[in-house]
């Protein structure tokens, strides 16, 4: 099994505390390591090799210095299932649309046919190379004037469809906004950093720890995704086979999506899903699958005092009070 970590933030940050953490993965992943960043934002820096990052120099060398600084990185730790361990076959891959550079690393193995890429064609002999030229193909056919939502939509589509072939988790970015899909394979977690940053956070690997508020700016803004924890902070398991965007540090939602959020953050005490449809403007139906989409996402959370199930009308549910920093910096940015 390969292991994924991705990190979105709405400034240029180093990387080296909690990637640290993540190379020691690479004493069971022994295959390869990559990390993918984007120093202008647009342009990806690859760097890996077909060998264990704990035995890398390199690795060695990033980890302690402030070289990989990006809004947006990816990286990898590999376990070999298809395909050589060679360069080629190493995670992150990249390829070039409408004038930016797409990275993805995969975790899982699909089984059975995979549709023959059209246009991108695959350099190494991996499975995960393959579903990343296809996807890229569907995002080429969609043209250069696509909007983010039909981009998400079709990103979220094939992972769907390729999830039926085995395991799917993947990391995947064009520099700007980060996707991630967790398909129902091992896990997928991710951690949100907002200020202010006071506590003390250690690594799950090694005796190792660091004070957030000297690491963090009062105005920075992080989420870290990985395959497992890295940290002892509060990490949030993803949905599954449902594709999660994040840019500048933030989870982005529907514009209804946020009008529920925030009318349960406003309110006092728990909320009935029958007074969130009223008081929001959406139909019950509507308003009961929002409401559930955000208890997946880890952002709300039902009365344990509730005698009806999750979906009834009387379910109540308020804001997961571990996340109440994370959610107000995200209903802020969206006024």
Not at 13 to 34: A, E, I, M, N, Q
Not at 49 to 57: F, G, L, M, T, Y
Not at 212 to 239: I, N, R, Y
Not at 264 to 290: M, S, W
């Amino acid at each position: 099994m390969c292991e994924l970590f991705g990190l979105s933030c709405n400034k240029p940050v180093s990387v080296k505390f909690t990637w640290r953490g993540f190379l020691k993965r690479g004493r069971k992943h022994r295959d390869g390591w990559g990390i993918a960043f984007y120093p202008d934002g647009r342009s990806a820096c690859i760097i890996k090799e077909p060998k264990p990052s704990v035995a890398s120099p390199m690795a060695s060398f990033l980890k302690s210095t402030d070289l990989v600084r990006s809004k947006v990185v990816i990286s990898h730790v590999r376990k070999a299932s298809k395909g050589s361990i060679t360069y080629s076959n190493t995670h992150p891959f990249v390829r070039e649309l409408f004038g930016r550079e797409w990275v993805f690393a995969h975790n899982g193995t699909l089984r059975g046919q995979l549709p023959e890429p059209r246009f991108y064609e695959p350099v190494g002999e991996t499975d995960s190379e393959r579903a990343f030229c296809v996807i890229m193909d569907r995002l080429r056919e969609l043209g250069k004037d696509a909007n983010h939502d039909e981009i998400r939509r079709v990103i979220e589509a094939t992972a769907k469809e390729f999830s039926e072939l085995g395991g799917f988790n993947f990391l995947m970015s064009d520099g700007e906004r980060l996707y991630a899909f967790w398909s129902g394979h091992t896990s997928l977690y991710y951690l949100v950093r907002v200020p202010p940053h006071q506590e003390i956070a250690r690594l799950k690997d090694e005796d190792f720890e660091i004070d957030l508020s000297e690491l963090k700016g009062p105005d920075e803004m992080a989420v870290l995704v990985a395959t497992t924890p890295l940290t002892d902070e509060h990490w949030t398991h993803f949905p599954r086979r449902k594709l999660l965007v994040f840019k500048n540090g933030l989870l982005e939602l529907s514009e209804k999506a946020r009008r529920v959020l925030a009318f349960i953050r406003r309110a006092p005490h728990r909320v009935a899903i029958r007074n969130i449809a009223t008081g929001t403007g959406l139909g019950l139906e509507e308003a009961t699958k929002i409401v559930l989409e955000l208890k997946s996402l880890g952002l709300l959370k039902q009365d344990r005092r509730d005698v009806v199930g999750p979906e009834h009308p009387d379910a109540t549910y308020f804001t997961e009070p571990r996340v109440r920093a994370f959610i107000d910096v995200m209903l802020s940015c969206s006024e």
